[in-house]
């Protein structure tokens, strides 16, 4: 990444140097200074409210986020959103704490929070989409010659991933990789219209047959890993950085909390702009009012 996309910590304190530059950001980024009636917001001092110059209206930008009841400071909560947003490989609660200096409790909730925001959406992936399976976690490793292969599948966390060619990505953990389970993947997260692209494997045929899907395989067994262009690189790209940043970072992660660490891994790889818009995102992702 060139050094004009990064932006770090130094960034973050000359641009928000204190709680009223961030709720003046927080401000812009949901209401526009100008009201209705022709006057414009201004903040009002000492107080954490905008009044119109006109007709007095005051709007509290903080109210309904997750900020509002929040007794953190904004400027810690801005300093967690850019450790996040920079963090490709996931942060710990633990390593939260100690970039924050705040206590484990605290840290975890920010982290819980901010997480509990980054679900994937609904959106259907066109075009062309790789998709494969993953293992994660578990103990050993599988591997053709293994003599526990199965008990050591058994303990693994199923996921399904699927990337559109210089699009999104969707990751979901599954309870299993049967016909079925790709099935409902499909139908769930793929446009009829999609060409798929995937491994050999026939665990394919009929859950794509039953879609209607145009689709090619490639064959992994014979080394044929790039034929034409119908690889799954992005997705097993995808499958080696979520298993690295699982071991290095989190040690262990349950079953029941992987798809919240997924949908974070994913948002990551939604987002590979330059520093500055992904913290941007982020925010804009926070902000919006919670029903
Ligand atoms: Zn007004």
Not at 16 to 35: G, I, K
């Amino acid at each position: 990444m060139a050094k004009k996309d990064r932006y770090g910590l130094i960034d973050l304190h000359k641009e928000f140097p204190n709680d009223d530059a961030c709720l003046e950001h927080v401000f812009d980024t949901l209401h526009s200074r100008q009201c209705s009636c022709g006057g414009t917001y201004h903040k009002v001092s000492g107080r954490k409210k905008f009044q119109c110059s006109k007709c007095r209206f005051q709007i509290a930008p903080m109210a309904g986020t997750i900020f509002e009841k929040s007794s953190t400071p904004l400027t810690l909560w801005f300093h967690a959103v850019l450790f996040f947003s920079n963090a490709k490989s996931g942060i710990s609660s633990k390593q939260m704490q100690r970039e924050l200096n705040v206590t484990y409790k605290c840290a975890y909730r920010i982290l819980k929070q901010i997480r509990e925001a980054l679900k994937q959406d609904n959106d259907k992936l066109s075009g062309d989409v790789e998709m494969d399976e993953g293992f994660i976690g578990g103990r050993g490793n599988g591997g053709t010659y293994n003599k526990n292969y199965s008990e050591v599948m058994k303990d693994k966390a199923k996921v399904i991933a699927a990337v559109e060619r210089g699009g999104k990505m969707k990751a979901q953990h599954v309870p299993d990789v049967s016909s079925m389970s790709i099935w409902q993947f499909l139908e769930d997260h793929i446009a009829q219209n999609a060409h798929l692209l995937t491994d050999s494997s026939n665990r394919y045929d009929l859950a794509v047959q039953a879609h209607g899907m145009k689709r090619t395989a490639v064959n992994h067994s014979k080394k044929q890993f790039v034929k034409g262009d119908a690889h799954v690189n992005s997705v097993e790209w995808f499958w080696s950085h979520v298993k690295k940043s699982l071991k290095g970072t989190f040690k262990s992660v349950s079953k029941e909390q992987l798809q919240s660490y997924l949908d974070v891994f994913v948002w990551h790889y939604n987002n590979r702009r330059n520093d500055r818009q992904r913290f941007e995102a982020l925010l804009g992702i926070l902000l919006p009012v919670k029903g």
